[in-house]
């Protein structure tokens, strides 16, 4: 596995190094085009913003604009999280289970097409894919969590099934559809508990040091994002 | 060097996306704070680029664009944790009573319903629910989301309890 792409390695128009180019005297220079395709690596594609290879400091350089065929992988595998969701949804058990499965099946397929790509692995084409598969998998979570176990939506969701005017108590039951608000306590202390950070002594609810912990790490990042 | 532009790019951010929340709390904006991390997102992303075309040679866009994306992902992440999790505002709860204590029956008849208020009042705010007298029914708005919302659990399978399955 080659570790990083340097100028030098990186073939131009026509397969031509640009980096050889670039070490020519200026006269001597080919002038490049304004976007090139590089044909021994498909996936090579750079936009020459505006100097070309008679750029000066501060202005703007060459962009490769597409991704290497590990980012490829990850950004095609990240399309199809969602689609592998609804298809495990027909076979899976379960919001939490299917969703890790789902997540756990897309990391496999990007670890095998790393493997199996044709060419030479670059290390940060692949750091750079898993960094994408990561971001779609959390950017998917935030989603998917919203619509499993989201208070606020469910509250609407609740409401608009009654198909009547309710009033607090009674949209707290229907919410709860049956239940009351000690059922949904019990369920969300069930995860705190579960979790190690509250336990019950004497009938009372008290944190543990890793409660502790969580709840000065909150108050930090409440703190750090501006929520004060 | 370009993952090096994406996390110059995450320092924006993450330097920029409180400073919008704090500006937009002290003048009243009426921008929700997703609006705003999503606003700040895109600025700081621009900024990078611009950077990386300015500063590299080569600038490798993806290379930039999956560390920048990996870090605020985590942060929306960490955010949308801390800012609306009843699990989290329990814990809180329970931490900020001096005895760092409190009966079952104190959690259930208080903090919860409270919680539960706080909710009743951003669907409110947000257009999607009405109140009338003592009672609350859904606007047009509402119908729509909760229509979509109904609609995508059932093409992912998921159930509309909102309870955590610990069978999972």
Known sequence: ?228 | MSFVIGLIGVVIFALLAPALQLIARARAWPLAPVTLIAIAAVVSHALGVILGALLLAQFHYWDAASIFGFFVMAYVFAFGAVYKSVSLDILLGLVNRPEQSAPLSVIVEQQVPRLFQGRIDVLVDGGLVKPENSHFSPTAAGRSMAGRVGRLRHVFGIGDTGLYDFAD
Not at chain 1, 81 to 91: K, V
Not at chain 1, 197 to 219: F, Q
């Open chain 1, 1 to 228: 596995m080659a570790i990083g792409r340097s100028s030098e390695d990186l073939p131009g128009r026509d397969g031509e190094v640009i980096g050889a180019d670039l070490a020519r005297p200026p006269g001597r220079r080919k002038r490049a085009m304004p976007a090139s395709l590089d044909r021994k690596n498909a996936t090579s594609y750079r936009v020459s913003t505006l100097a070309g290879p008679q750029r000066q400091p501060g202005r703007f350089a060459e962009m490769n604009m597409l991704p290497g065929p590990a980012q490829i992988a990850a950004i095609c595998l990240s399309a199809a999280l969602p689609l592998l969701l609804i298809c495990y949804a027909r076979i899976i058990r379960g919001s939490g289970r299917r969703f890790r499965l789902g997540c756990l099946s897309v990391i496999i397929l990007f670890v095998v097409a790393c493997i199996a790509l044709p060419g030479q692995r670059h290390l940060d084409d692949v750091v750079g894919g898993a960094f994408l598969l990561a971001t779609a998998i959390m950017f998917f979570y935030v989603l998917f969590s919203l619509l499993a176990w989201g208070f606020t939506l469910t509250l609407l969701t609740s409401l608009v099934q009654a198909g009547r005017p309710l009033t607090s108590e009674q949209w707290a039951a229907a919410y709860m559809q049956g239940g009351d608000l000690g059922t949904f306590t019990h369920n969300r202390l069930k995860l705190l508990i579960g979790s190690g950070m509250v336990m019950t002594t004497d009938g009372r609810l008290a944190p543990t040091a890793k409660g502790l912990a969580v709840a000065r790490l909150v108050k930090l990042v409440r703190l750090s994002t501006g929520l004060g």
